[in-house]
C-alpha cells in the first residue's frame, strides 16, 4: 500500500504564492508519474501537472506560467509551486502518483484563493 500525505494549501489572496508538497510513504518502489489534480466547486477533477520519473512536465493551459510541479525521488515526494494565483485557482487539490498499472491518490487539500 502507499499513503500520500499533502501539505501548504490554505487561504491565499489573488496575486499570492503557495506551495503544496504531497509525500509518499509504504510500497513506493516503482513510481512513475507523480502529479496534482484539482477539483473546484460543481465541476469535475481536472489536472493540473504532472511530472514524469525523468522530470518531463506537462500543465494546464490554465497555470502555464504561474505554476511550476518538481519532485524529489529520494524523498517520494512532488511539489506545486503555484505563483500569482487567481480566485479561479480555488479547489481541492489531489496529489496522485502511479505506481503502474495503478494509480494512488491523496486525501486532497483545499486552496482558497480570496480576490
Known amino acids: 500500500q502507499v499513503q500520500l500525505v499533502e501539505s501548504g494549501g490554505g487561504w491565499v489572496k489573488s496575486g499570492d504564492s503557495l506551495r503544496l508538497s504531497c509525500t509518499a510513504s509504504?510500497?513506493?518502489?516503482?513510481?512513475?508519474?507523480m502529479g496534482w489534480y484539482r477539483q473546484a466547486p460543481r465541476k469535475e477533477r481536472e489536472l493540473v501537472a504532472t511530472?514524469?520519473?525523468?522530470?518531463?512536465?506537462n500543465y494546464a493551459d490554465s497555470v502555464k506560467g504561474r505554476f511550476t510541479i518538481s519532485r524529489d525521488n529520494a524523498k517520494n515526494t512532488v511539489y506545486l509551486q503555484m505563483s500569482s494565483v487567481r480566485p479561479e485557482d480555488t479547489a481541492v487539490y489531489y496529489c496522485?502518483?502511479?505506481?503502474?498499472?495503478?494509480?494512488?491518490w491523496g486525501q486532497g487539500i483545499q486552496v482558497i484563493v480570496s480576490s
Open positions: 509504504g510500497s513506493t518502489r516503482g513510481i512513475n508519474s
Open positions: 496522485n502518483l502511479e505506481i503502474p498499472p495503478i494509480p494512488y
Open positions: 511530472i514524469s520519473s525523468i522530470g518531463r512536465t
